[in-house]
């Protein structure tokens, strides 16, 4: 374990961690309830942390209200050059970040660099934002007028991350609102403390050498009464939250409540149609990286295929026989594909999966054993599972965070493959794996996919940060990350100037004292 020691060195990682950081400093540790933190790699103790109190909890929020009101007024470009230096720093420390990342929350290594670079792409798309945080210019229906909105700096951002991607959501998110000119205050999961805490490790050499007022990027770690403090919190104009659909309703009845800002980011049940016209050696590929990447707990994995019933019987062999050869094993082990999942309740969570939908009719035909030896000490491997299902099995309707695919089989037009693939109370990504122009189209087109994300010839997964993330319905309706999602870390104002000498009202009225 040397290795990881020498991570957790590197990263500033003790074996008693404090539970939160303003950027500058970091908060005592004693005198708090503590929380192990052990590795789904090998159940190993990582090391210890505490747990913030609902004081720690009004620290950190003022801190952070204070360090608004300074931080706003630098130019955003200067706020653009910090998020650079933070993108370096990230860059630095890729490697060990990944690896730690890799270490506590499961996803083998490769895509924990993947997360991190992710990371760093935010950084860099920030900082080009940071000369774009364009509105429009209006022509105004009054003489000698002139009319424009602007997008002003919001305030605090509060944001709720899992622990399935515990780095990079808060990326897209902080390094957003940092060049928004917002303050952002991080809850990340407490199953994935460390990533977190290491993050804040990395930023701080960057805040301190640019003089950055202090709580402009804060972390605290703690359990949901934390995260219910923000919901309700009046103090937090933006609430972003990342997990499942039943974590988000509450998070956005509350915020809701105080008519608070909410960025949902929830639950997906991510289809991949294939139709008679696909390339079967790239849907494939696309559908195993979907299904058992990061052990099936991406919100974007696949969890269902709806495959057209002339290529159903070749597909179905072709992934069985690809499952088989799986290589499972310590996610920091160059040439495993699989990690575990991340605790013990997700097992029981797959396993309960597994026995409900065969007791509705379900067809296991591979997987679905949690592996015992020395290599799975940590007793959260398994073996990722398909089952012969159909869509409206009340498991097939339900996210459940591991590696279960459905096989669902369609006839006839795509149309039909469409319908099932939008029957479902989740609408984050979907696919369709086609050469045929007229079925890509539709897929894409208003009747097609209802989902945040329709993807053509690619998997469901492994989105760019480029482009507007998150879905609709029970998946919450947020955008992060890319394209506009800017605009709901600022508070938009539309602002009417007069530079004449008269007073002519909108609307043409008249209203002659
Ligand atoms: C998540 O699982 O919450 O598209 C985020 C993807 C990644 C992000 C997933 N870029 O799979």
């Not at 590795?39 to 990582?46: F, N, Q, R, T, V």
């Not at 934002?129 to 229906?141: A, I, K």
Request: net charge negative; aromatic share 8%; glycine share 10%.
């Amino acid at each position: 374990n040397t290795t990881i020691q020498n991570v957790l060195n590197e990263l500033g990682i003790k074996e008693h961690n404090a539970c939160y950081s303003t950027g500058l400093k970091w908060a005592n540790t004693g005198s708090r309830e503590t929380k192990k933190i052990y590795s789904p790699a090998d159940g190993k103790l990582i090391a210890t942390v505490d747990m913030a109190t609902k004081e720690d909890y009004d620290t950190v929020i003022k801190t952070a209200q204070e360090g608004f009101k300074k931080w706003r007024t630098l130019p955003a470009p200067q706020r653009g050059e910090i998020v650079r230096q933070i993108g370096e720093a990230l860059r630095k420390h890729k490697d060990n970040l990944g690896r730690l990342v890799s270490y506590e929350m499961g996803k083998i290594h490769q895509e924990g660099l993947g997360e991190v670079q992710e990371m760093i792409d935010i950084c860099d798309f920030a900082v080009g934002l940071s000369r774009q945080l364009h509105g429009f210019t209006m022509h105004s229906e009054r003489p000698k007028h002139r009319m424009y909105d602007q997008y002003h700096p919001l305030g605090v951002v509060g944001i709720i991350s899992a622990f399935n991607f515990p780095v990079a959501v808060w990326a897209w998110n902080s390094m957003l609102a940092a060049t928004c000119g917002d303050a952002s205050v991080w809850k990340p999961s407490e199953k994935t403390p460390f990533t977190a805490l290491a993050c804040q490790n990395i930023i701080t050499d960057v805040l301190k050498a640019n003089d950055v007022p202090e709580g402009i990027f804060s972390v605290i770690v703690g359990d949901a009464t934390i995260g219910k403090a923000m919901a309700e919190d009046e103090r937090v104009p933006l609430v972003s939250a990342t997990g499942s659909t039943r974590m988000g309703k509450s998070v956005g009845a509350a915020v809701g409540q105080r008519l608070g800002r909410s960025l949902l980011e929830l639950g997906g049940n991510n289809a991949i149609i294939v139709t008679p016209e696909a390339d079967l050696e790239m849907a494939i590929r696309a559908i195993i990286f979907g299904s058992v990447g990061t052990c099936g707990q991406r919100c974007t994995s696949t969890r269902r295929l709806i495959l057209h019933d002339s290529v159903y019987d070749t597909i179905k062999e072709r992934l069985v026989n690809a499952y088989a050869k799986l290589p499972i094993g310590n996610p920091l082990e160059q040439g495993t594909l699989v990690g575990p999942l991340i605790d013990k309740d997700a097992v029981k969570g797959f396993e309960n999966a597994l026995t409900a939908v065969q007791a509705e009719g379900g067809n296991l035909i591979c997987g679905g054993k949690v592996l015992e030896g020395e290599k799975y000490a940590s007793g959260t491997y398994v073996t990722p599972a398909i089952v012969e299902a159909k869509n409206e099995y009340k498991m097939v309707q339900e996210e459940t965070f591991a590696p279960i695919l459905y096989l669902l089989k369609y006839s006839g037009e795509v149309e039909n493959a469409i319908a099932m693939q939008n029957d479902v109370r989740q609408g984050l990504s979907s696919s369709i794996f086609t050469k045929n122009m007229l079925e890509a189209e539709g897929f894409l087109a208003h009747w097609g996919s209802d989902c945040g994300i329709a993807n053509v010839n690619i998997g469901t997964s492994g989105a760019e940060i480029g482009g507007a993330f998150g879905g609709e319905k029970d998946t919450g309706g947020g955008r992060e990350s890319g394209s506009d999602a800017w605009k709901v870390y600022m508070r938009r104002q539309t602002n009417t100037i007069n530079y004449g000498t008269e007073l002519p009202l909108a609307q043409g009225i008249k209203f002659d004292i």
